[in-house]
Nanobody, 126 residues
Framework: QVQLVESGGGLVQPGGSLRLSCATSGRTFMSYSMAWFQQAPGKEREFVAGISWSGGITYYANSVKGRFTISRDNRKNTMTLQMNSLKPEDTAAYYC???????????????????WGQGTQVTVSS
């Protein structure tokens, strides 16, 4: 069983930055691919960014490329999402997700992830 706890959300002005963190429990963190998803009101949950278990492979949604950076620290069992140049359309609840993968790659489908955090709200507004 893996437990995920997000932190770091909040209110920020357009153009600002936020850093989201996901702390995980369990001794097999290194075998899990990790990702961030976002869900805005009235919309489906969407993939934002993901990182393979080694950290060597990352993948981003087109809407956040060049602005967001995902990383992980396998010694500390944590994953982060650095969000820069935030836009009002980035406003959403952000969820940390994890899944075991047979190879070092990044699943991008919501259904491919087995474990989810409770979410943290990001609001971009002036």
């Amino acid at each position: 069983q893996v437990q995920l706890v997000e932190s770091g959300g909040g209110l920020v002005q357009p153009g600002g930055s936020l850093r989201l963190s996901c702390a995980t429990s369990g001794r097999t963190f290194m075998s899990y691919s990790m990702a961030w998803f976002q869900q805005a009101p009235g919309k489906e949950r969407e993939f934002v960014a993901g990182i393979s278990w080694s950290g060597g492979i990352t993948y981003y949604a087109n809407s956040v490329k060049g602005r967001f950076t995902i990383s992980r620290d396998n010694r500390k069992n944590t994953m982060t999402l650095q969000m820069n140049s935030l836009k009002p359309e980035d406003t959403a609840a952000y969820y940390c997700a994890a899944t075991q993968t047979p190879a070092d790659y990044v699943p991008q489908g919501e259904y491919q992830y087995s474990y989810w955090g409770q979410g943290t709200q990001v609001t971009v507004s002036s």
